[in-house]
């Protein structure tokens, strides 16, 4: 059998627990999973808020192939400078049109050249009401249809419900669709009829001693008082969590792991 071409997906890395999490993992966790292409979703990456041009260089310094993002892309304005002009940074597609970025790309990846499209969508449920991203997922199928050997998705939504409807849409013409957003990794990856690689939400990268990245004293008191209370980012316990997809010469996923790592 011909080796399967591995891609990792390393979910929201909250701050620098995040950053130092995927910094000193990723090179064991590449060797061990022989991994030839590298996702992970950045949208908190600046404080817990954003993104900026610093850490989009600092993330493919690190062999980070493509970086997805969110609901909260436009949180640090420094990214500005980046959205436009840096193709391995992705946003959600289905943004209205005219919004800075953009949502899909192809890339070349590994010794064999294969075409890997990465497309970022958002959800729409308990959150902002962007154009449909069940519809946006047919056009940039459309689009990339003959020009990518695999197809892999980050839906960055809240709803389970919606991301499950979204990988049953997607299953037979995605290789692999993985849920982000919700920091809380589920238990629920598998290879769907049509053969398509799922899982809810590959879980964040950061701090654990934390409630969902954040200080967790903050946090409580945040919903004891209902009141706008500023978050920081949490300390301790930092840990790498993503998913290990691995996808035949035809861009079939044959397997998928999860992956959660304590430095
Ligand atoms: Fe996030
Ligand atoms: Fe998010």
């Known amino acids: 059998m011909?080796?399967?071409f591995t891609i990792l997906a390393i979910g929201d890395i909250v701050g620098k627990p995040g950053r130092n999490a995927v910094r000193d993992l990723l090179p064991a966790l590449r060797e061990r999973f022989n991994v030839d292409f590298v996702i992970a979703n950045g949208e908190n990456a600046a404080g817990g808020n954003g993104l900026?041009?610093?850490l989009m260089?600092?993330?493919?310094?690190?062999?980070i192939d493509v970086v997805t993002t969110g609901n909260h892309v436009w949180d640090n304005k420094d990214v500005e400078k980046i959205i436009d002009i840096e193709p391995r940074?992705?946003?959600p597609g289905n943004y209205p049109e005219g919004v800075a970025g953009r949502g899909h790309g192809i890339y070349q990846?590994?010794?064999r050249g294969?075409?890997?499209c990465v497309a970022n969508l958002m959800g729409r449920v308990h959150m902002a009401p962007l154009d449909c991203p069940f519809r946006a997922f047919d056009r940039i199928f459309l689009d990339v249809s003959g020009k990518a050997d695999i197809l892999i998705v980050d839906f960055h939504a809240e709803a389970t419900s919606e991301k499950r409807a979204f990988g049953w849409y997607a299953d037979g013409r995605a290789s692999a669709v993985f849920g982000t957003h919700t920091h809380v990794q589920t238990a629920d990856e598998e290879i769907q009829p049509g053969g398509t690689a799922?899982?809810?939400d590959i879980g964040m990268s950061g701090s654990f001693n934390s409630v969902i990245g954040m200080d967790r004293e903050k946090s409580v008191l945040r919903f004891l008082r209902q009141t706008k209370i500023?978050?920081?980012v949490a300390t301790g316990d930092e840990r790498l969590c993503g998913a290990v997809f691995r996808f035949s010469n035809e861009g079939r996923a044959v397997s998928v792991e999860r992956i959660m790592l304590v430095k």
Not at 57 to 63: K, S, V
């Open 89 to 91: 940074l992705l946003r």
């Open 198 to 200: 799922y899982i809810t």
């Open 114 to 116: 294969v075409r890997v």
């Open 230 to 232: 500023k978050y920081d």
């Open 109 to 111: 990846a590994g010794a």
């Open 57 to 63: 260089e600092e993330f493919l310094a690190l062999g």
């Open 52 to 54: 900026t041009s610093a």
């Open 2 to 4: 011909d080796t399967p």
